[in-house]
Structure formats: structure tokens, C-alpha cells
């Protein structure tokens, strides 16, 4: 049974950075394109970033290019947002996603407001 689980989602002020985290299990981590997407209130869910299976490539939305970093530990399963320079419009519930398969955490909440 494949399952993500999301966390690290918090309050923070414009300006300020979040760390997101995600596990994977169910799956074979090692082999999975990782991606990041997001959904703010009222819009549809969008792509953020993703990642290839050893890390070597990497993609990121426009609107977070030189902001976030995306990176994955696959001894630990897990796979990191880094977000610096949150701005309010980066306010969303964060998911995890491996690609090709279509299973979604309950995601992560992050707020940007002073």
C-alpha cells in the first residue's frame, strides 16, 4: 500500500523559510521521480518541483525558480522542500506525488503572513 506522509508546514512571515519533509512507503522509493505540488485555497493544484531518483535532475516551477530547493535521502525515504523567501502568494496545502502513480498524502499547510 503505497502511503506519503507530509510534514513540517507551519506559520511563517513574508521573507522568512520552511523546511517540508515527505516519506514514502509502499514503493520502491530508490526508483521514483519525486515531485512537489501545491494547492491554494480556492485555485487548482499546481506542480512545484521534482526530482529524479538519484538526485541528479532536478525541475521547478517558475514562480519558486532560485527559492526552493528540492532534494531526497532514499536511505530514509524521504524527500525535502527547502523554501526560502516565502512570499504570501506561497501559501498552500504542500503534497508529495511520485510520479506515474496517483496516490496523494493529505499534504502539509503552509501560511505566509505577518
Known amino acids: 500500500q503505497v502511503q506519503l ?6 506559520l511563517v512571515q513574508p521573507g522568512g523559510s520552511l523546511r517540508l519533509s515527505c516519506v514514502g512507503s509502499g514503493f ?13 485555497p480556492g485555485k487548482e493544484r499546481e506542480f512545484v518541483a521534482f ?10 516551477a517558475d514562480s ?13 525515504n ?3 522542500l527547502r523554501m526560502n523567501n516565502l512570499k504570501p502568494e506561497d ?3 504542500y503534497y508529495c506525488k511520485a510520479v506515474g502513480m496517483n496516490y496523494w498524502g493529505k499534504g ?5 503572513s505577518s
Open 5 to 10: 506522509v507530509e510534514s513540517g508546514g507551519g
Open 28 to 40: 520502491t522509493f530508490s526508483w521514483s521521480v519525486m515531485s512537489w505540488y501545491r494547492q491554494a
Open 78 to 80: 524521504t524527500v525535502a
Open 64 to 76: 519558486v525558480k532560485g527559492r526552493f530547493t528540492i532534494s531526497r535521502d532514499n536511505a530514509k
Open 91 to 93: 501559501t498552500a496545502v
Open 51 to 60: 526530482i529524479t531518483g538519484t538526485g541528479g535532475s532536478t525541475n521547478y
Open 108 to 112: 502539509t499547510l503552509v501560511t505566509v
